[in-house]
Every structure is written in C-alpha cells, then in structure tokens.
C-alpha cells in the first residue's frame, strides 16, 4: 500500500467525527421542548456540553488532537485579543478586498456573456417567429443569465477560491470583532462596487463585439435575394421607402432611418434613391446596417456613397438632437 494511504483515511476519520460532534451538539439544542414563555425553555447545560466534547476527544487520534490543540490555542489567543491591541494591517485589508471581489468578477464576466449570446439566440431564431423586439430579446436574455448566475454562483466562488490557493492566498485570519470593524466592512463593500462595476464595463466592451460579429456571420442563404423592383414610380417608391425606414424590426434602426428619411428622402434624385433602396434593402441583417452606419464595422465597397455618407454623418448627431421617437408621417 502506498506510504499516504493512512494519513488519507486518517484525515477522512477525523472529518467524521468533527460532524458527528456537530451533529450531536444540534440534536442536543433541539431536544428543548418548544415553548412560548421563555422561562420554560430548556437550554444545553454544561454537563451535557462536557460529555459530547470529552466524548469527541477521546475518539480522537494522538496527531489530530495535537492539531485541534495547536487551532483552539490560535483561537484563544485571537479572542482575548483586543481590536485596539491588535489592529488590522494593510495586508489582511488587501486579503479581504481581494478575496470579496474575485468571485464578483467572474460572476459579471459569467453572467454578461450568458445575457449576450441567450439574448442575440433569442433574437435570432425566435425574433421573427414570435414578433419579438429587440428589447424583448435582450430582457429574455438577461433572464436567462440570472437563472444562470444563481446556479454557477457557488461554483464561481470555489473556483475563485481555489485560483487564490495558486497564489498562496488564504482567508484572513480575524477575529469576530475583528470582521464588525468598519474598516472591514468598507472594504468589503468598495471591492464588491469596484469589481462589480470592473467586470461590467469590460466585459461588454470585451465580449460584445466577439457576439455582434459571430452573429453578424451568421449564413444568410436561407433568405431570398432582394431584387430591386423596376419601372416603379419615383412618388410610389418614396412612399415605399419611407414606410421600409420606419418598420426595421429594431428599435435603434427605427429611430435613426425614420429621422433621417424624415428630412432627407424628400430631397432625393432617383439615382440616390436607388443607392438608398439597395443600403437599407440589401443587408441580410439589420444589425450590418446599424453597425454600418455607427462606424462600428467598415462599410463595403458597394456601400460606400454620398448617402452613407450623410447617413453616418446624422447617426452622430452632432447637434444633440432629441430622437427618442419617430417623426410623424408626412406624405413625401
């Protein structure tokens, strides 16, 4: 047998009679019969509390009551220790900042990248299905990824524990009174507002792009191929092209191609309301036009004319007008 066969199951022994003694002194608090006055209560005496501990002891083995001893002493001596006489240092303050915002960090690169892609899969496949806006998609997303987040909470918290371990971090050594001092709990309470805020601003920045662009990718064979109508009437196509303008299926689409047509699709010769109808009719996704016009992605050659030009110039809206709504209708 190797050599750490013994140890092993020795330190398994030792696990099961620690909760075994656990498990004694809770049977022995709720043996108390229940009761509404407090004067009948029965509480654990200390005979009882003697035996269970002498009991637990003695199954002990030579190497694990030197350990248990070695720990109560470190526990003695923390407790009759005063926060005045001891104070916390800068080191157990970093230990605590750290150890409180790892796991917030994980958890916000978990659960926007889980938002992102449930929320873009949603849009994608059951958008169109079920008359979904982009909006719906993206709050059926974050859905998603609080589900999520509160079944991977433990696991990001171990894991986050065990690459601290890597580092030879351990949990501070403090004291109750110790861990109720402001400069602890201040602490605990700048990590998780650093981290939280740390982790949700580079992650969308991060994992946003790697999302649009895969979703951007995505094959578009299965739509049909838009063909340009012919002999259309330059007053049926203005009208067509303002209704087109105004239901994108998006909201972002919605605001900037409604304003916009709102006061430059009446100016249009017909050769730029050609270059018009083939910009926001050719594009698969709605999502390549958007980012088009942002400056988000680089524009194709077919694309790139006077009037996506005046497009990417209103989309950064210089003036700082208000566009929280589409224009009226006005017949063009």
């Known amino acids: 047998m190797p050599d750490n066969t013994p140890t092993h199951r020795s330190a398994s022994r ?23 006055h407090t004067h009948y209560t029965k509480t654990e005496s200390s005979t009882d509390i003697q035996e269970i501990a002498r009991n637990f002891i003695h199954s002990l083995e030579p190497e694990h009551r030197l350990i248990l ?33 790892l796991p917030y960090i994980g ?15 949603i849009e994608t496949f059951f958008g169109v299905a079920f008359c979904l806006s982009t909006m719906a998609a993206a709050g059926l ?5 609080d589900v999520m987040g509160i079944g991977l909470a433990d696991r990001i918290e171990r894991t986050c524990g065990r690459f ?11 004291t109750t009174e110790q861990w109720r001092q402001r400069s602890v709990q201040t602490t605990q309470l700048l990590s998780k507002a650093i981290c939280i805020f740390v982790a949700t601003r580079f992650s969308r920045s991060l994992l946003l792009p790697v999302v649009r662009q895969s ?27 303002l209704y087109q303008s105004r239901k994108r299926g998006m909201l972002e689409n919605d605001l900037l191609l409604s304003n916009f047509a709102s006061i430059y699709l009446s100016k249009m010769n017909p050769n730029d309301l050609d270059l018009y109808d083939k910009l926001i009719n050719t594009p698969s996704n709605d999502w390549d036009l958007y980012y088009m016009a942002i400056g988000k992605i680089d524009t194709p050659d077919e ?3 006077h009037v996506m030009d005046l497009l990417k110039a209103f989309a950064k809206n210089e ?10 209708v006005v017949p063009v």
């Open 164 to 174: 601290l371990g890597l580092f030879g971090i351990s949990s501070p050594k403090l």
């Open 69 to 101: 001893a070695n720990e109560l002493s470190e526990i003695e001596k923390l407790s009759k220790a005063t926060t005045a006489t001891i104070p916390i240092p800068y080191s157990q303050l970093a230990i605590v900042f750290i150890e409180t915002g």
């Open 215 to 241: 979703h951007l990718k995505a094959p578009g064979e299965q739509l049909p191929e838009w063909v340009q109508p012919k002999d259309e009437l330059i007053e049926t196509k203005r009208r067509r092209l």
């Open 107 to 121: 958890f916000g690169f978990v659960d926007n990248f889980v938002m992102l892609v449930a929320g873009e899969t």
């Open 303 to 305: 694309y790139q004319n």
């Open 319 to 328: 003036q700082r007008q208000k566009r929280i709504r589409q224009p009226d």
């Open 14 to 36: 030792f696990s099961v009679k620690i909760a075994r003694f656990l498990f004694s002194t809770s049977l022995l608090k709720q043996s108390a019969p229940l009761s509404t």
């Open 141 to 145: 997303g974050n859905a998603v990824s």
